[in-house]
Nanobody, 123 residues
Framework: VQLQASGGGLVQAGGFLRLSCAAS????????VGWFHQAPGEERKFVAA????????YYTDSVKGRFAISRDNAKNTVYLQMNSVKPEDTAVYYC?????????????????WGQGTEVTVSS
């Protein structure tokens, strides 16, 4: 599967963005999808994930209550709604799919990765 992440950009603190992860080459409906981010000089870190069914979602503590992951299997797309963004959310955001219905917080357990979309939050 090929994943294409989009929707990044420059936003002021307190604002919002919606990232999209569009898949091609294979349906995503049977697979969990995660979002990770990587800030300059740091390792890639887990942000959010969603089960294949969309019935369960998972978030890192720092984004709980602010970010929401969702999926539209008819459009073969997963979204990350980012609300009340903070400067510390600045990073390149990557989506990834896992050959399993259940997600993981470990990036090495994902099989396919998008190219990343850059999010910059100004204070």
């Amino acid at each position: 599967v090929q994943l294409q992440a989009s929707g990044g950009g420059l936003v002021q603190a307190g604002g919002f963005l919606r990232l999209s992860c569009a898949a091609s080459g294979r349906t995503l409906r049977w697979y969990a999808v995660g979002w990770f981010h990587q800030a300059p000089g740091e390792e890639r870190k887990f942000v959010a994930a969603i089960t294949a069914s969309g019935g369960d979602t998972y978030y890192t503590d720092s984004v709980k209550g602010r970010f929401a992951i969702s999926r539209d299997n008819a459009k073969n797309t997963v979204y990350l709604q980012m609300n009340s963004v903070k400067p510390e959310d600045t990073a390149v955001y990557y989506c990834a799919s896992r050959n399993d219905a259940w997600p993981s917080t470990n990036d090495y357990e994902y099989d396919s990765w998008g190219q990343g979309t850059e999010v910059t939050v100004s204070s």
